[in-house]
């Protein structure tokens, strides 16, 4: 057994007894995934607005009747529901009970007013403890009126050409037969040029890959942590070649984050049903980031002074990293500067990564921004292992 494998061996059985690492490694990143997608996982998704309407129909008209079809055809069971009620007392018992957050009701003469070119309202009651859902109500009323006085105008205006008054003769003359019309859009079959995680899946790589260089910092801190104690300098005396210390610390990372981010994939999958796609591509993405991440922790050790500065400046560089890499929201979505600063961290990338795999992607759609975060790893490393030898050597 190399001199490498005994101190990763040594150094892990430490960090096992500590406690330290399933704290940092596991627990906390589940906990907090799970805590950010119960509170911003509907919002994330789209879904989860809940929206419980009524309608009181007292007009009976052609026009009213299309306003409910147009509420229904809206209707899904997380987004929308719309309840029907024969006058106005059962609307407001509902809004009373809980049942619904608003009610429309539509006046008798609604249709004819319409029709005849005057003015007409939809009235909305709402329950005072629901605003926004209100407030979303009367947005579905102005929309329908809009398009009513559309129409209005549009009569209007052939009326005066045609130098005719406006009767219901004179509109059903205006109407077309739809069978005859022609379609005015067509349907096309587009891929998505972005692909992206479910709710559940992005918070719970993100906290993955935001917790990986805490995780990892364990290993390569021990340098200095050894140092400080007394230890490094009999680990020089003894006769080992001096870059065993580094490789074996590094291979305590390189184990202590793979275990890490193991776990808490199983553990999602599982507890939270997260999908994080294709085995193989995130087998090689979790690689590749956790290389990343020894190499940038191990630059934090090789430039610290003591091991509470490699703890302090890792983890400014760790949060640093992980929000603008998007592991808390998505950031950079909208372009610009932050858009292209997102993709100097392996956090984005793996993201990104992940992303592609979604929707039974095969493996290899993972292969570009692995490449992206080996970038990293090799730069840092590169840097990271010189430093660290002449440090070893002074």
Do not use: C
């Not at 939809?122 to 329950?127: S, T």
């Not at 680990?235 to 074996?248: K, Q, T």
């Not at 776990?263 to 999908?275: K, R, S, Y």
């Amino acid at each position: 057994m190399s001199a490498a494998t005994l101190i990763a061996g040594k150094d892990l059985r430490l960090r096992v007894r500590d406690r330290s690492f399933f704290i940092i490694g596991i627990l906390a990143p589940v906990v907090l995934a799970y805590i950010f997608n119960l509170i911003f996982g509907s919002a994330a998704t789209g879904t989860g607005l809940g929206l419980e309407y009524g309608l009181v129909d007292a007009d009976r008209s052609e026009i009213s009747e299309a306003f409910g079809l147009v509420l229904e055809g809206a209707e899904s069971e997380d987004v929308l529901t719309l309840d029907r009620y024969d006058n106005r007392n059962d609307a407001e018992a509902a809004i009373e009970d809980g049942t619904i957050d608003a009610y429309f009701f539509i006046p008798e003469g609604f249709g004819d007013a319409a029709t005849s070119n005057q003015s007409s309202t939809i009235q909305i009651v709402g329950d005072i403890d629901s605003p926004t859902s209100t407030g979303i109500a009367e947005s579905f009323a102005q929309q329908f009126a809009s398009g009513i006085a559309s129409g209005q105008l549009a009569v209007g205006t052939s009326a005066v050409l045609a130098q005719q008054p406006v009767t219901p003769e004179f509109i059903a003359s205006l109407s077309q037969d739809p069978a005859a019309a022609s379609a005015s859009f067509t349907l096309s079959d587009e891929s998505a040029a972005t692909k992206q995680l479910d709710a559940t899946t992005y918070f719970a790589a993100g906290m993955a890959v935001f917790f990986l260089f805490f995780t990892v910092q364990f290993g390569v801190s021990g340098l200095l942590e050894e140092e400080r104690e007394g230890t490094l300098a009999r680990l020089m005396a003894a006769p080992i070649a001096r870059p065993s210390v580094i490789v074996g610390k590094g291979l305590l990372s390189f184990l202590l984050g793979v275990v890490s981010m193991g776990v808490l994939i199983v553990a999602t999958t599982f507890l939270m049903e997260a999908n994080w796609g294709a085995p193989l591509g995130v087998a090689i993405l979790v690689v590749a980031g956790v290389l990343s991440a020894v190499g940038i922790m191990g630059l934090v050790a090789a430039f610290a002074k003591t091991p509470e500065g490699a703890g302090n400046l890792g983890s400014i560089i760790a949060v640093i990293l992980g929000m603008l890499g998007g592991t808390f929201f998505p950031v950079g979505a909208s372009g610009g500067v932050l858009s292209a600063l997102t993709f100097l961290t392996p956090h984005a990338w793996f993201l990104r990564g992940l992303a592609e795999l979604a929707d039974g992607a095969p493996w290899t759609e993972a292969l570009p921004a692995t490449g992206a975060i080996l970038v990293f790893a090799v730069v840092t490393s590169a840097i990271a292992w010189v430093a660290l030898r002449r440090r070893l050597v002074a």
